[in-house]
């Protein structure tokens, strides 16, 4: 091919091209040369005179794409049918908010279920909601893809069969009064169910035999601090803990911004105290001891690390020189050598006395002993009434470890007549799950009231679906006196049928579930507030979602501080210690099926569709490892032991391995063919193998409580790869220094000062280098004549907790990509947030930075789009018309931030059940065209709509990004840049305000606080430009 | 030759592409050629008649036009607001009124006092207050259940007529109305009714299935409330419906007619107001 010239006229004469017979028999180079062999002999046996191949695919060509042409018609005709009824007040196409609670996890956020034609779409934080303050998680956010599930149960089933609930109920209700008669013990076993409804039900239906409890069982519970309360304050409660009031937070291991009891709650209250001002240059100080890398950790202004079998020697020193402080009597026991420079800790201890009953000190040790001596700091220091509330305690963590034990026992010895089980998977959860499927099995009547086919449902005579909570009566009290509603937004999907609809049936009653519920706050919760009549106080109820009842007179409890024992002789162990976790997002193993929450990175590892096992980097020296190696992870008893990846994780303990639970969930191999499916796709996981390993079996149980962490395991390389579905691959805003330019070691995309240079300067951290904008690529020719939307992210607010990832997912309908997609960065979010390391050690600092489409002013892929599908709107948008581009990429070539996605396949799949879940507002966008951040347009465009249909001027905080909407942080403000009133304007004015890669004055719309660690240094470690 | 065959085969075949292509093209699915598309309806509803003789206003049936993006296609009950009382034929009506007025006249001749109803607050009641009705106990009721939408609607005038009606003598059935003529009937077939709009046992109520006449690209997101608060009329866009037997799109309704009227708008206002009519692409598009 190469020395033959390639024709270019089309001029030339037909038969010009054709290699005569003859010529090719004789073997003519000048003919032959070049062309390929299996091309020739065609082309040479037949005659001559022939039409040159090129030329018949041009006219066959042309033909062709005529009679394609000629095939377009008017569409079918559509049909528009309407109501034959129409509900009052229903606007068609008009978004209608109604107020419930998440019901996600047990810490009942306040939600605005947003309903569109009569289908609830979008979920948003509850702004006026006490704890959650307007924000909404990952979880939360999620809760329409787990709607819209077509493999969601939806008729009862009978011994594993389809049937109807008249011969359910008949055939359960007879089961269950031969169960009564016999005397036989009942137990039910549900999740943390803060409900009040639920439980009184629950009560009423245990009520009639003699022998029966309601057992709770979390997958990750809190039961140390439960039990530990029961021995320091005589009763058994978890506090409700108040960071909004904590100066100082000291946290062992506790994960509060990422999965601990109530992360969002944590997160708006924590967040508040991160925003020093020029004026007020305070913020709340936050050290974390940990053993793997969490969330929270990543957030602390310290970290050190310490794995959780040395947390009881610190916490025994700090008991130790509290309790002298505070001129109390040191508890009994062994002070010890805590693994950490005395230095350090008593630079802890001044902070805590002199924040007395203003700091806070957690942990999430699964040890008793160990919680009563961080009940011991807390009261020593005053916390208790103040940040550690115990009169209002919390309800959002039930779970009772020794219950559940008992029941295994009782289990295995054959004593259990009935058991009911709601809201969890007993065999995936428990460590030996599969020995308990075992002992179910014998059990005369097992009902399962699970909406899909779990472990345990598998191993049920029934199965009750009850209804998604997006279609349910019920309530919930997160905290003592806090009750919140869930109100249904549509009729149950299927034959499903709430709960309490079936507890109330089986007792021979025929209420519905709103009934039901109204009677508990008729009689419960009206008489405390005797405020008008039942009706107006109900209705009030359903509109704002809540109900704060009048707080009961406080009862002191006296803290006894003989059941304290310092623990300073604990042996340290030498091997490995295992931590097992809950990943932000997947937060339980009913959430495996939502393919948003699957393909969620790991804010920290950035991991997708996978767990795997953390180790550190020293682990992985000795190993010989590197990231998606096989590895595998036995107990050193050699009962269970699971392959798995590993991940090096920085700031890791050298003896810490972690591994997230809530994987390998039943029936998560429905995700094997969720990608494109093209030649070279691989699946997301065979048929057959769900989506990552249960680690549940490592759990060990030890003093009556379930123990997330751990000794007495091994680690071994297996061989063997398995590459991870990462997100980003790129960790360290350090240059390389062999091609750094000078004063530009670190790149300062995340910029960060300390609080004592911000003190002096709130400008500090501001990179030294100027740039000249007169020094323009661009003219100046964007006028803004009406608004300038803008964005503000204050890093130091922001803790990377990706539930905006999720909130834009679920408005701008983005697609899923699958593991292989993930692999090739083909992913799709709108919003990645970057995470980046700096330091060693104990040093390593993570930065998390949120990064969508900057909306830059002169943007550079606007100036290379050919077919100008990306251009620029007279107010500061840039905006892509999906049904303009072509594909060419050469805007997310030019994209500096990189931010561009583009469709390489069709990604929605024909699913009409899932396709519910989609924003009929925004377009879905086709293959082949580029997408990205558009601001939620359609959101600022109904904001603009309303307002004119109002007559009124646009006000701050009419439009509202899905993003900003529910980041439980309010790290994420937008407004109109040009309205001074505005709160956009305000951060943009703050002396931490940068923008990123300003230097090439792209001038985009959206800025950042720069960071601020409450260090005493002057400068930030690994600062920039210093 | 050979060569000579292809080619004559390679043109025949183009120019029935060609044929075809050209064809095809007359019915292509781009925006402008949807112009004048006039679907046959389920119901030969008149635009003429409702808006254009009796008055109604626009937004008494497509409320929603001025609350939200869609202008919606009424529902069933919407049309039931009026067709509880009303049950006949324009013809039978204006033959009924023509009865009327001769009765009316030779009553008068007698000296007998009008027996005209005393409610005719509503401007057309003369239209419509005299009009026979059948007295049902249901018919109030979804009267008064309208929703508030409704309530607000300048042109309530035709609901007002009910209690009018009701004082007339006369009921007729829709039975008595020769089933070829009576219009009502998939009405009533789509409330679940019978002929003589009566609920039957099993029947289930369903839509009329309206055919889609303004069908915009799937890429163009209009909000019809907007355009109706800066004072655009229904018109402007729709032509004049109330002179439309059967509606049919009036104009091309292509991005190029929307621009148009965006930039004139800008430039010149609408009714005397000053608008800011966007031509950005998110402003439709996203």
Redesign the interface.
């Known amino acids: 091919m190469t020395n033959k010239p390639m024709r270019t006229s089309r001029s030339r004469p037909?038969d010009r091209h054709v290699v005569p017979a003859d010529a090719a028999s004789a073997g003519d180079a000048s003919h032959t040369d070049g062309i390929p062999h299996r091309e020739l002999p065609l082309a040479s046996q037949r005659?001559a005179?022939?039409?040159s191949r090129r030329r018949?695919l041009e006219?066959?060509g042309?033909?062709f794409s005529?009679?394609a042409?000629?095939?377009?018609?008017?569409?079918d005709?559509?049909?528009?049918?309407?109501?034959?009824?129409?509900p009052?007040?229903r606007?068609?196409?008009?978004m209608t908010e109604y107020a419930s609670t998440c019901a996600g996890c047990p810490a009942a956020c306040g939600l605005l279920i947003g309903v569109r034609d009569g289908r609830p779409l979008k979920m948003e934080g509850m702004p006026e909601h006490p704890l959650s303050r307007g924000g909404l998680c990952a979880v939360g956010q999620a809760l329409p893809l787990s709607l819209y599930d077509r493999l969601r149960l939806t008729v009862p089933q009978q011994a594993q069969k389809d049937a109807t609930w008249s011969d359910v109920d008949k055939a359960i209700m007879q089961q269950l009064d031969d169960v009564a008669k016999k005397g036989g013990a009942v137990r039910f076993v549900t999740g943390t169910t803060s409900s009040p409804t639920l439980n009184a039900s629950i009560a009423q239906f245990l009520d009639r035999f003699e022998d029966a409890r309601h057992i709770t069982f979390d997958a990750i519970s809190c039961t140390a601090i439960l039990d530990a309360h029961k021995a320091t304050h005589g009763k058994r409660l978890l506090p409700h803990f108040h960071f909004d009031l904590a100066e100082v937070i000291v946290s062992f291991g506790a994960d509060f911004l990422g999965t601990w009891i109530s992360p969002v709650e944590y997160t708006a209250a924590w967040s508040k105290n991160r925003v020093p001002t020029a004026d007020d240059a305070h913020m709340s100080y936050h050290v974390q001891f940990e053993g793997r890398m969490s969330l929270t950790g990543s957030k602390a202004d310290h970290r050190y690390r310490l794995a959780s079998d040395q947390y009881a020697v610190v916490l025994s020193y700090l008991v130790k020189r509290l309790a002298t402080r505070a001129g109390q009597t040191v508890p009994e026991g062994t002070v010890g050598t805590p693994p950490v420079a005395p230095a350090v800790l008593s630079g802890i201890v001044d902070r805590l006395w002199q924040t007395r009953g203003k700091s806070l000190v957690l942990c999430d040790s699964q040890d008793v002993e160990v919680q009563k001596l961080v009940n011991a700091i807390n009261h020593y220091l005053g916390n208790y009434g103040k940040t550690v509330d115990i009169n209002r305690p919390s309800l959002q963590r039930q779970g009772n470890d020794a219950d559940v034990l008992q029941l295994i026992e009782e289990l295995e010895d054959g004593k259990v007549g009935a058991l009911l089980v709601a809201g969890t998977d007993l065999i995936h959860n428990l460590p030996n799950g599969a020995s308990v499927a075992e002992t179910i099995g014998s059990v005369p009547l097992v009902i399962s009231f699970a909406d899909r086919l779990d472990d345990l449902a598998a191993h049920a005579h029934f199965v009750c679906p009850d209804v998604h909570p997006l279609l349910a009566w019920l309530d919930a009290e997160p905290i003592r006196g806090l009750v919140t509603l869930l109100q249904p937004t549509m009729r149950p999907l299927g034959k499903t049928r709430p709960i309490l609809e079936s507890l109330a049936r089986w007792n021979g009653q025929d209420f519905s579930a709103l009934q039901i519920v109204q009677k508990t706050w008729e009689k419960q919760f009206y008489p405390q507030v005797k405020k008008g009549s039942f009706r107006d106080f109900w209705e009030r109820a359903v509109h704002d979602g809540f109900v704060e009842l009048p707080l009961e007179q406080s009862r002191t409890a006296e803290f006894q501080a003989d059941r304290v024992k310092l623990l300073g002789d604990r042996p340290a162990s030498k091997g490995l210690s295992l931590a097992l976790y809950s990943k932000v997002g997947l937060s339980e193993s009913c959430h495996a099926h939502n393919a948003w929450l699957q393909e969620l990175p790991d804010p920290i590892t950035k991991v997708t569709w996978d767990n795997y096992v953390a180790v550190s980097a020293a682990v992985a020296e000795d190993l010989q490892i590197v990231d998606g190696d096989l590895v595998t992870l036995a107990t050193d008893a050699g009962n269970c032991s699971v392959d798995l990846p590993a991940l090096v994780q920085r700031g890791q303990h050298d003896r810490v391995v972690a591994v997230a639970l809530a994987y390998g969930v039943k029936g998560t191999d429905r995700f094997a063919n969720i990608g494109p499916e093209w030649l070279e796709g691989r699946p997301t996981t065979v048929k057959g193998t769900p989506i990552g390993k249960n680690v549940a079996p490592f759990i060990a149980t030890q003093n009556g409580t379930f123990r997330y962490a751990r000794d007495g395991v091994t680690l071994t390389k297996k061989g063997g790869r398995q590459d991870l579905a990462v997100t980003q691959t790129y960790d360290s805003l350090t240059v390389p220094k062999s091609v750094a330019p000078r004063g530009a070691e670190v790149r300062d995309l995340v910029q960060k000062t300390t609080l004592p240079a911000f003190a002096k300067d709130p400008s500090a951290g501001a990179p030294h280098h100027h740039h000249d904008s007169a020094d323009q690529l661009w003219p100046d020719d964007h006028p803004k004549p009406?608004a300038s939307w803008g964005m503000t992210i204050d890093l130091n607010k922001c803790s990377g907790c990706s539930a905006c990832l999720i909130a834009c997912q679920s408005e701008n309908n983005v697609p899923v990509v699958g593991r292989d997609e993930v692999r090739r960065r083909r992913e799709m979010h709108w919003i990645r947030i970057d995470r980046y390391y700096s330091g060693e050690g104990d040093a390593v600092r993570v930065d998390h930075q949120p990064m969508m489409c900057q909306h830059c002013d002169n943007a550079p892929c606007e100036t290379v789009c050919p077919v100008l599908a990306t251009?620029h709107?007279?107010?500061g948008?840039n905006?892509q018309?999906?049904?303009?581009c072509v594909g060419t990429r050469y805007c997310a070539n030019n994209c500096p931030y990189k931010v561009r996605r583009f469709n390489w396949f069709k990604y929605q799949h024909d699913d009409e059940v899932q396709n519910l879940a989609l924003n009929p507002?925004?377009?879905v966008r086709m293959r082949g065209v580029m997408e990205k951040c558009?601001m939620c347009?359609?959101r600022i465009?109904q904001a603009?709509?309303g307002a004119?249909?109002r007559?009124e001027p646009l006000a701050d905080g009419d439009a509202q990004t899905a993003c900003q909407q529910s980041c439980p942080a309010h790290a994420i403000t937008f407004g109109n840049l040009n309205d001074s009133a505005s709160q956009v304007h305000d951060t943009a004015q703050n002396p931490r305000y940068y923008r990123v890669l300003e230097e090439f004055n792209f001038r985009p719309s959206v800025g950042y606080l720069r960071v601020v660690d409450n260090s005493d240094a002057e400068e930030a470690e690994n600062g920039n430009h210093v | 030759m050979q060569q000579r065959v292809i080619t004559i085969v390679l043109l025949i075949g183009l120019f029935f592409g060609l044929l075809s292509l050209g064809s095809g093209m007359m019915s292509w699915r781009l925006p402008d050629r949807e112009q004048g598309y006039a679907p046959v309806q389920p119901i030969d509803y008149s635009h003429r008649l409702h808006a254009g003789e009796l008055g109604i206003d626009c937004r008494f049936c497509h409320w929603a036009a001025y609350r939200g993006r869609y202008a919606g296609i009424p529902s069933t009950d919407i049309c039931m607001k009026c067709h509880d009382v009303v049950t006949m034929t324009w013809g039978q009506f204006q033959a009924f009124q023509e009865a009327a007025e001769k009765e009316k006249e030779a009553a008068q001749a007698d000296g007998q006092p009008d027996s005209k109803a005393p409610d005719s607050k509503a401007p057309d009641s003369t239209t419509t207050s005299k009009a026979p009705a059948r007295t049902k106990g249901t018919g109030k009721k979804r009267a008064t259940e309208g929703n508030a939408a409704v309530a607000e609607q300048e042109s309530g005038k035709t609901a007002k007529s009910g209690a009018a009606a009701a004082k007339a003598t006369k009921p007729v059935s829709a039975t008595e109305i020769d089933p070829q003529e009576n219009k009502l009937l998939p009405l009533y077939e789509s409330l679940g009714l019978d002929a003589d709009a009566k609920p039957v046992a099993g029947k289930q109520a369903h839509p009329i299935p309206w055919v889609r006449v303004h069908n915009l690209p799937d890429f163009v997101y209009f909000d019809h409330s907007v355009h109706m608060a800066v004072g655009i009329s229904c018109q402007q866009c729709h032509g004049p419906v109330e002179s439309m037997e059967r509606v049919r799109q009036f104009e091309s309704l292509s991005m190029g007619w929307c621009i148009t009227c965006h930039r004139d708008s800008t430039k010149n206002g609408v009714n005397g107001r000053v608008v800011n009519a966007p031509t950005n692409c998110t402003a439709c598009h996203y």
């Open positions: 037909v005659n005179a022939q039409v018949f006219a066959a042309f033909t005529l009679a042409l000629s095939g377009c018609r008017r569409a005709e559509e049909f528009a049918l309407p109501f034959v009824e129409q009052a007040g606007v068609p196409g008009a009406r251009v709107s007279d107010e948008l905006e018309a999906y049904n303009r507002d925004v377009t558009s347009i359609q465009e603009k709509i004119r249909r007559g």
